[in-house]
């Protein structure tokens, strides 16, 4: 049985796009959340830590979870 002349590299290129798509969705999500922060439609930090600082931090730190596994 053939491997592909390439070795079935389709599959690496459909991975690595998937992976780039969830980047680009978390980039996208970020500019909404500075956007706002910036516009003063929610908060840069509030006292209880809420706001969009945590926003980001939580955002980002669930994509790289999602990317390479928890």
Request: proline share 0%; net charge negative; charged share 30%.
């Amino acid at each position: 049985m053939s491997g592909g002349a390439w070795g079935y590299q389709s599959w690496k290129i459909r991975d690595s796009a998937e992976t780039v798509a969830k980047f680009i969705e978390a980039i996208a999500q970020s500019e909404h959340i500075v956007d706002w922060a910036e516009s003063g439609d929610t908060a840069r930090r509030r006292e209880d830590g809420s706001g969009a600082e945590r926003d980001l931090y939580e955002l980002w730190l669930k994509t790289f979870n999602e990317v390479y596994g928890e």
